[in-house]
């Protein structure tokens, strides 16, 4: 049984910074796509970060340049650093994993149905 668990939310003033963790286990594949996923009140769900075990990364446009995803594969563990936050980035983050590599439709951030397996989210909290 694949789970996804996330830490590292937590309440900072713009300009700030905060790490993001998402500890993957029950996993044994060697060909992953992870995700980072966000939703604020009254919004919908907005992919935000792409990985796969090729090493390919996609980003939102509204988070390019500050937040950078990456991977620990000795410890199954998948990263968010954020950067530079803004009051616009508070909302809920989660981590999403599907299996294999992420093709075309999954590295466009657009499809969060396509990823199965999913965390129960931590709240990033940026304040002006």
């Known amino acids: 049984q694949v789970q996804l668990v996330e830490s590292g939310g937590g309440s900072v003033q713009a300009g700030g910074s905060l790490r993001l963790s998402c500890v993957v286990s029950?996993?044994?594949?060697?060909?992953?796509?992870m995700g980072w996923f966000r939703q604020a009140p009254g919004k919908e769900r907005e992919g935000v970060a792409a990985?796969?075990?090729?090493?390919?990364?996609t980003y939102a446009h509204s988070v390019k340049g500050r937040f950078t995803v990456s991977q620990d594969n000795a410890k199954n563990t998948l990263y968010l650093q954020m950067n530079s936050l803004k009051p616009e980035d508070t909302a809920m983050y989660s981590c999403?994993?599907?299996?294999?590599?992420?093709?075309?439709?999954?590295?466009?951030?657009?499809?969060?149905?396509?990823?199965?397996?999913w965390g129960q989210g931590t709240q990033v909290t940026v304040s002006s």
């Open positions: 029950g996993y044994t594949s060697s060909n992953y796509c």
């Open positions: 990985i796969d075990s090729d090493g390919r990364t």
């Open positions: 999403a994993a599907e299996l294999g590599r992420c093709s075309v439709a999954t590295m466009s951030l657009q499809f969060p149905g396509l990823f199965p397996y």
